[in-house]
């Protein structure tokens, strides 16, 4: 009698590394992001401004792009504060980011070492989500510390020059005096602050700054020679400033309005 022997095919797919996981998830996550932050027609310069993340930083995170980013655990700590300014729940989106990958392990018999008992799973759990809040917030005052003193190394390495008093043409010549003032009158300069997300229009001499869906809390200031115009859809939800004069609400709650400013003209 012949015995034969049946080989089972098996289509086994490969498993990915730690790392094609990662980016594999951070590409699907990023293109999230970029079609919210599209749908809200908001810049990744105005996006950086929001949520104190580097332009640089965010760009990555759209592209899906590991290279640029620092660890996945800050890595995870920026699509959190992303998402939140997208209007995302970012804890629950960012959960779906892999940090860690551990090993699969088979049925087959594992040796069990009494000791590592001593450590409860739940402790493990508290001492990880401890250390990634912290590992988050120091990352997030060393890049706001590293701005602030790159702004600021010029005109503290040279403090005496601050301290001189420097000649002003101007005040020797009461002409050049009254020219400066009445180039300085020819401008005129808006802010407006946000109440709540709305969608604002402003042209300055002629040009549009800005046209898209401001969210709420935003501040914005624009500046023109001749003519600022501002149009919203909600007057209610923008407190507009003019010439830093106090704010005011520009119109009513879920009214359209439209105001123009035009700068004061010269004293002759």
């Known amino acids: 009698m012949k015995w034969f022997k049946f080989k089972r095919k098996t289509n086994e797919q490969p498993t990915l590394t730690p790392e094609q996981q990662r980016a594999e998830k951070l590409r699907e996550m990023g293109a999230q992001l970029w079609a919210a932050r599209q749908e809200r027609s908001l ?7 929001i949520t104190k993340i580097s332009r640089r930083l965010l760009q990555a995170i759209e592209e899906g792009n590991l290279e640029d980013l620092p660890e996945p655990v800050y890595i995870q700590g920026f699509i959190r504060q992303y998402a939140d300014a997208l209007g995302f729940n970012g804890a629950e989106f960012a959960k779906a980011f892999p940090v ?18 001593l450590l409860r799973p739940v402790h493990l ?10 590992s988050v917030s120091s990352l997030s005052k060393v890049l706001n510390s590293a701005d602030f003193s790159a702004n600021n190394s010029e005109s ?4 005496e020059t601050v301290l001189q008093p420097v000649p002003n043409p101007a005040t020797e010549n009461p002409e050049a005096q009254s020219v400066s003032d009445n180039q300085e009158n020819q401008s005129v300069q808006i802010g407006v602050t946000l109440k709540e997300a709305s969608w604002i229009r402003v042209v300055a001499d002629g040009k549009t700054q800005f046209e898209g869906i401001l969210p709420e809390g935003t501040h914005r200031v624009w ?10 859809d909600n007057a209610g939800s923008v407190m507009m400033s003019v010439n830093q ?5 520009m119109g009513e709650p879920g009214k359209p309005e439209e105001v123009k400013i035009a700068a004061a003209k010269p004293q002759s």
């Open 43 to 49: 810049s990744l310069e105005e996006m950086a401004v």
């Open 245 to 249: 004069q106090e704010a005011k609400q």
């Open 125 to 134: 759990y508290l001492l990880y989500i401890f250390v990634i809040v912290c």
């Open 156 to 159: 503290q390495s040279k403090p």
């Open 223 to 232: 500046k023109a020679q001749e003519q600022l115009t501002v149009k919203t």
């Open 100 to 117: 860690n990958s551990l090993p699969v392990v088979t049925n087959a018999a594992v040796p069990v070492n009494r000791s590592i008992g």
